[in-house]
């Protein structure tokens, strides 16, 4: 699935070709994502112009005069601009034709994305309304989340992953991010010192800021390529390494489910 970083690698990748582009109609050739894709967003969109391209989490804004698009990648998504020509392949769901002849395509093979339509403000619609602070901005602190966990029993990679506290920390960084702070992904959250809440955070902004950077050196071409950024997984110290030496004590590292997701640690280096 991509995560939030992958999520603002397509931002930066797809809007210098957006910005301030008039669109001339909405393409949509399969409906049937997570939600259908309403039938009033293509009228809405027709003659248009791309005044802004922002995120929050890992959902998308686009944003016109008569309101936004709001997108989201799902397990399989991805966008990338091509010649609106171009004959789209057996995923590629949804073009958004341009009036300068290129077009961001939407290519989607488990169609779990979705693409809705918002003409009242964005940030109070339900699927962006509860989420908690950005991981990279100034409300995330190692105070907030220690207060949040009060009386918390459940395991601190669950609590890290609940988008109401911190929007956007996927499964890979959360296991990066624990494992950077030292703290035992099966920790109680309620259980946690407002020391170690601050390397956390700390340990967050640096796994997220060093995967941006990753994804902007490695970054696809979205002007006819396929418009998924690479994984930082050259970088990654414990995701996907399950059973593997630890690089910091050269234990074996753990690997079990907590809350549905694979999750990674060393518990030798972590408590």
């Known amino acids: 699935m991509p995560e939030l970083p992958e999520v603002e690698t ?5 809007s210098p070709h957006l910005l301030d ?7 949509v050739r399969e409906s049937r994502l997570r939600w259908p894709v309403p039938e009033e967003a293509a009228v809405a969109l027709a003659g248009q112009t791309v005044r802004s391209l922002s995120r929050r989490a890992k959902y998308l804004l686009m ?8 997108l989201h990648l799902g397990m399989s998504g991805s966008l990338c601009m091509v010649p609106a020509e171009t004959r789209p392949a057996k995923h590629d769901h949804v073009d958004l034709v341009l009036a300068n002849g290129t077009a961001l395509r939407y290519t989607d093979p488990r169609r779990f994305g979705c693409l809705l339509w918002l003409t009242d403000d964005p940030m109070a619609h339900p ?31 669950t609590f890290l992953m609940d988008h109401r506290i911190v929007a956007g920390v996927g499964n890979i960084y959360a296991n990066e991010a624990l494992f950077g702070a030292g703290i035992l992904p099966t920790r109680p959250a309620g259980r946690i010192s407002l020391a170690r809440y601050e390397a956390l955070v700390e340990q967050i902004r640096q796994v997220m800021n060093e995967a941006l950077k990753a994804g902007g050196t490695t ?8 418009g998924k950024p690479g994984y930082f997984q050259q970088q990654l110290q414990v995701y996907g390494r399950g059973g593997q030496p630890c ?9 079990r489910v907590i809350g549905q997701r694979a ?6 280096c972590q408590s």
């Not at 071409?221 to 396929?226: E, I, L």
């Not at 690089?247 to 690997?255: A, E």
């Not at 999750?263 to 030798?268: Q, S």
Request: aromatic share 6%.
């Open 10 to 14: 397509t931002r930066r990748g797809i």
């Open 21 to 27: 582009q008039k669109i001339e109609r909405l393409w």
């Open 63 to 70: 944003g016109t005069d008569r309101g936004h698009l709001l």
């Open 127 to 157: 699927l962006l309304s509860h989420l908690g602070p950005e991981p990279l901005e100034a409300g995330l602190t190692g105070a907030y989340l220690h207060h949040r966990a009060k009386g918390r029993k459940q395991a601190i990679k």
């Open 219 to 226: 970054l696809r071409d979205f002007t006819g390529g396929d």
């Open 247 to 255: 690089q910091q004590c050269d234990r074996p590292l753990q690997q």
């Open 263 to 268: 999750t990674v640690f060393c518990k030798g």
